[in-house]
């Protein structure tokens, strides 16, 4: 005897579905549940057998027999199949009795050792239509009973009302009557070859159904099958549901996640346009800034550039971080894997940093390790981005430290400061957007985005952060980012790739860029730095313009999105192949979508993301011009 953890309450609830009477007895014989069947055979209202004895069921001049075996039966229950040969009888409200077929099955549930009785009527069982009506009357599905010859011999009373016909008018038909005329050929078909290999068939198995009513409309279906066996003959018994609201609800969850996919899409798309619009100002501000820091002499002068660098800051991080929420609540970011040196991340990032730092008065130091991870090393920047600017915006005094350790599964990452420290009951709420630290000192800066930005990354790379922090003394967030799937590859811990190449800079920079502005601003910085520049609005008068230069340029450089709906991967091929070469480039742009970072699949390119920082860009214009190879990060 199997223990089944249901209550018995769920148990009586699935024997509702049984065609057979069905009745749930508790180990003092009394009726804890019975099955509308049931309640039909005994004659009994809903839920008016629910707490008597089950003997009120058996015949009266054979209750005191049957309590004798129940007892004798509760000392060892065992499953008792339902076959003729006894002569057991069952008695209705009225009086009235009826041979039976009962069926035992013992059950020990959480709530104890209960029985259940499958009851079947036998009177006059070799009269095969009263059998079946019986069953079928009391069944709460729509029930027809075909014959060989695939004519309707028996149906119940929700078939009548399923259908719309009396049911006279249904017996002797064939069963196409209530399927669409389009179906008949195909149903008779389908109805030989079952009857040829006749098989139980489950609702809701096969194709999608239709059935016709009287007035002609049709509405979909689930039909059960199952062969029936008689002294009158081989029957088919079909079981039919009428599926119309289901379909209905399911047409609309469809059509509510098309909606959905499609309102996705759009958000992407406005994202995307939104990402690249709003960048281009502040990248034209971030490009002029650099070019005065180069060509303006007096101290005063630098002071003031200085501090419009940093509210230049303060507003990218400001501009990235609503940007960066915006897509993630929109579900338009997707991790791209790739195995990628961690050093290569490390120095970029410091070389970010060291210099925003010391204007805040703070020291700043990185160490990097040779390992290799395997991650999206974006977005991974993105995480470590908002991490060091956390620690720099709640640092006064001391200093923030960007560290990476291998271990034998990859390396940790960890940013430690020397600021105001977190408050225990604070650590589960600084990742929410939109909070900012209450401590003492702690800066009104920012819209408390960046920890939550942080966190949602997290999650898309699979990462998980660690979090020590002492008020007042400083803290500390860490990472396990996970090592390179692919084969080992050795690293030079003491490459030079990211560190300034100092002298003048020389060489033609050939620049594709849309907006005015920017491409002014982008020409000024160049020029104040060495380079030539040429411009152009678009891959074709990019095309153009090398019938007027005298010289192979040393780098291109050009926005993704351009004037006349070309790309800055199809500007760049169409003059590296006019030079026949594979001149280094830069694909610039504040689209962060798939599409642009297929950009990075061209050899000797590298993609960068508006805003840009100018330092990082010039020294990696100083080294493209260099060596002919754009920097790997």
């Known amino acids: 005897m199997r223990r089944i953890t249901l209550p018995t309450d769920a148990i009586s609830e699935m024997l509702q579905s049984s065609a057979d009477a069905q009745i749930v007895t508790d180990g003092d ?24 004895s089950i003997e009120v069921l058996v015949p009266e001049d054979q209750r005191d027999a049957h309590q004798k075996m129940r007892e004798h039966y509760y000392d060892a229950p065992r499953a008792r199949p339902m076959v003729s040969g006894l002569e057991l009888y069952g008695c209705r409200k009225d009086g009235s009795t009826f041979r039976a077929e009962i069926a035992l099955h013992p059950i020990e549930t959480e709530d104890g050792l209960i029985v259940t009785s499958a009851i079947r009527c036998i009177d006059d069982a070799d009269d095969s239509e009263a059998y079946f009506r019986n069953l079928l009357e009391s069944a709460p ?6 014959d060989e010859q695939g ?55 096969g194709r999608d159904l239709l059935a016709r009513r009287s007035d002609g409309s049709e509405f979909p279906v689930e039909i059960s099958l199952s062969p029936v066996k008689s002294s009158a003959g081989r029957f088919v018994s079909s079981v039919i549901r009428d599926v119309t609201e289901r379909k209905r609800m399911q047409d609309e969850i469809i059509a509510a996640r098309q909606a959905a996919e499609r309102a996705n899409k759009a958000n992407s798309a406005f994202l995307a346009a939104a990402s690249h619009d709003l960048r281009q100002p502040v990248q034209a501000l971030s490009l002029l800034n650099g070019a005065l820091r180069r060509t303006v002499k007096d101290e005063r002068a630098l002071q003031m550039v200085e501090s419009q660098e940093h509210s230049l800051t303060a507003m990218t991080n400001l501009l990235n971080s609503l940007l960066d929420i915006s897509r993630l609540d929109a579900g338009a970011v997707t991790p791209e894997w790739e195995d990628f040196p961690i050093k290569r991340l490390i120095d970029r990032l410091s070389d970010e940093f060291a210099r925003q730092a010391q204007h805040t008065g703070l020291e700043f130091s990185s160490t990097d390790c040779p390992a290799l991870v395997n991650s999206d090393p974006n977005l991974l920047a993105e995480v470590l981005q908002n991490l060091v600017s956390n620690a720099i915006r709640y640092t006064d005094k001391g200093s923030v430290r960007l560290e990476a350790v291998q271990t034998a599964d990859g390396c940790v990452i960890s940013v430690t400061d020397t600021g105001i420290g977190i408050p225990d009951d604070q ?3 600084i990742f929410r957007e939109f909070h900012q630290c209450k401590s003492p000192g702690a800066s009104k800066e920012g819209f408390g985005l960046g920890l939550a930005i942080v966190k949602r990354l997290s999650d898309l790379l699979r990462l998980e952060i660690n979090v020590e922090s002492d008020v007042g003394r400083g803290s500390c967030f860490s990472i396990a980012v996970p090592g390179a799937t692919g084969p080992s590859v050795e690293v030079d811990v003491d490459d030079e790739t990211g560190t300034e190449e100092h002298g003048a800079a020389s060489g033609l920079v050939i620049l594709i860029e849309d907006d005015v502005n920017v491409a002014n601003a982008w020409g000024l910085l160049l020029e104040a730095e060495g380079y030539k520049v040429a411009t152009a609005a678009s891959a074709t008068e990019s ?56 950009a990075r699949l061209l050899d000797n390119c590298t993609l960068m993301c508006k805003p840009i920082d100018t330092n990082r860009l010039l020294l990696a214009a100083r080294h493209a011009v260099t060596t002919g190879a754009v920097p790997q990060d």
């Open 427 to 429: 650590l589960e709420e």
């Open 543 to 598: 095309q153009a313009l090398l019938s007027y230069v005298d010289e192979t340029p040393a780098l291109l450089i050009s926005d993704f999105h351009l004037l006349d709906g070309s790309t800055g991967v199809e500007a760049v091929s169409g003059i590296r192949d006019y030079y026949d070469a594979t001149i280094p480039a830069f694909i610039v742009s504040g689209d962060t979508s798939k599409v642009v970072k297929d």
């Open 29 to 52: 014989g009394n009726i804890r549940s019975a099955n509308r069947q049931a309640e039909a055979l005994f004659g009994y209202a809903a839920g008016e057998l629910t707490g008597k």
């Open 141 to 146: 599905d729509a029930m027809v009973i075909i």
């Open 151 to 205: 004519k309707i011999a028996i149906v119940n009373g929700q078939a009548e009302e399923m259908f719309g016909y009396e049911r006279d008018d249904m017996l002797g038909k064939p069963v196409e009557v209530l399927l669409p005329e389009r179906l008949h050929e195909a149903h008779r078909g389908h109805r030989s070859r079952f009857l040829e290999v006749p098989r139980l068939r489950p609702m809701g198995a």
